[in-house]
């Protein structure tokens, strides 16, 4: 109720206030109010390790927006075959089927070939590297130019680290060993081998053991020696030749449906970004540490032979790997944009590295 008995100049500057204040705090308070419930598909089977299920995973992605955002913004997360099939959550979430979908960008070479950088590009960079150049060398902002036309928004959520060359059943010794090979390897590298005769199989991660095993294959690429091992790909090949050259450190993508994320208030945003880039860095570490010991299981209790690949057959894939790269660049402007910046920022990485990381590796490896 109204004081009759104060000025009514002190009664409509009280009423000026409170409609200012008013004015101020109605939209805060309801986009505080406002919640989201999004899908998130992934490009990997229910459960699989690293992908779907342990720290830095997609369900733990999910959960810690969930958490940040004091339940704002929920995402329900589907693996590979559940709402879509494994490969197609590139149309899906451009469709806006589903607001999101976790896998890694090289799969959609066929749609963008400079998708292939921001995952990993043979030969390229580390995880130290892929990280500068994406979080401090442009790449983000080419990401987001490379996938504008597509209506997405893509960003790095995860990463295996250096992988593996895989396994084999007979020893490499040299470049014509692999000449007529049957060998189960995707993405670019796979063209690379191609190009030096090998006989490139795709096959989805739990078709691999039994074609190796069958003979089917002879060789078969994985990720590392915790998730090959859970595939018992040790079991049908011994020799597992570790030279990472195909993929130096491998980038699982977080594929955002742009007009769903254009709806996210700046609050919401910012948490997907920093619970995307927490993840990144934590799926490393879980990657280390289970890798570190899967490959000392494998050496000492399952006789497993691991070594390096041999320094001409090094050489020899590096040398294709330049010209399947160049054929690339040549053939689409974008593409040719992306490549000139993530080779400037290698560049400078492994100039820096020949000061920095290069003796440090060589000190702790005792060289
Ligand atoms: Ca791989």
Redesign the pocket.
């Known amino acids: 109720m109204a004081d009759t008995s104060k000025p009514a100049t002190h009664g409509r500057r009280i009423a000026l206030k409170a409609g200012v204040a008013g004015a101020l705090a109605a939209p805060l308070v309801a986009r505080a109010q406002q919640s989201f419930s999004w899908k998130m598909t992934s490009a990997y089977g229910k459960g699989a390790p690293f992908y779907m299920d342990g720290p830095g995973s997609a369900t733990d992605l999910a959960k810690r927006i969930e958490t940040m955002s004091g339940g704002r913004l929920k995402i329900q997360v589907f693996g590979a075959g559940e709402l879509i099939p494994a490969l197609e959550g590139f149309d899906a979430v451009r469709a806006g089927t589903v607001e999101m979908n976790h896998a890694n960008s090289y799969f959609w070479t066929g749609k963008t070939a400079a998708a292939q950088y921001f995952t990993?590009v043979p030969f390229g960079l580390n995880f130290q590297g892929i990280n500068g150049w994406l979080y401090d060398g442009g790449g983000q902002a080419l990401w987001d130019e490379v996938y504008a036309p597509f209506g997405l928004k893509g960003m790095a959520c995860g990463n295996?680290g250096v992988?593996m060359t895989?396994w084999f059943k007979k020893e490499i010794k040299s470049v014509a060993d692999l000449k007529g090979l049957k060998m189960r390897?995707?993405?670019l590298?796979g063209r690379v081998y191609a190009a030096l005769g090998v006989d490139v199989k795709l096959l989805p991660g739990g078709e691999i053991f039994p074609a190796l095993e069958r003979g089917v294959i002879d060789a078969a690429?994985?990720?590392?020696p915790f998730q090959d091992r859970k595939l018992g790909l040790h079991k049908a090949a011994k020799y597992y030749y570790t030279t990472g050259w195909?993929?130096t450190a491998?980038v699982s993508e977080l594929l955002v449906n742009k007009a769903a994320w254009d709806k996210l208030p700046a609050d919401l945003k910012a948490i997907v970004e920093n619970a995307a880039a927490a993840c990144n860095v934590i799926s490393e570490a879980w990657c280390q540490r289970t890798n570190a010991e899967a490959m000392e299981d494998l050496v000492k209790n399952q006789g497993v032979i691991a070594r390096p690949l041999p320094a001409d057959v090094v050489k020899k894939l590096r040398e294709t790997t330049a010209t399947v790269l160049a054929e690339a660049v040549a053939k689409d402007a974008m593409t040719k944009k992306v490549h000139e910046s993530y080779m400037a920022y290698m560049k400078k990485y492994v100039d820096w590295a020949r000061y920095s990381e290069g003796p440090y590796h060589d000190v702790v490896l005792g060289i």
Do not use: C, D, L, N
Not at 221 to 224: A, L, N
């Open positions: 990993a295996t992988q895989g390897i995707p993405g590298a690429e994985f990720v590392g195909h993929e491998t």
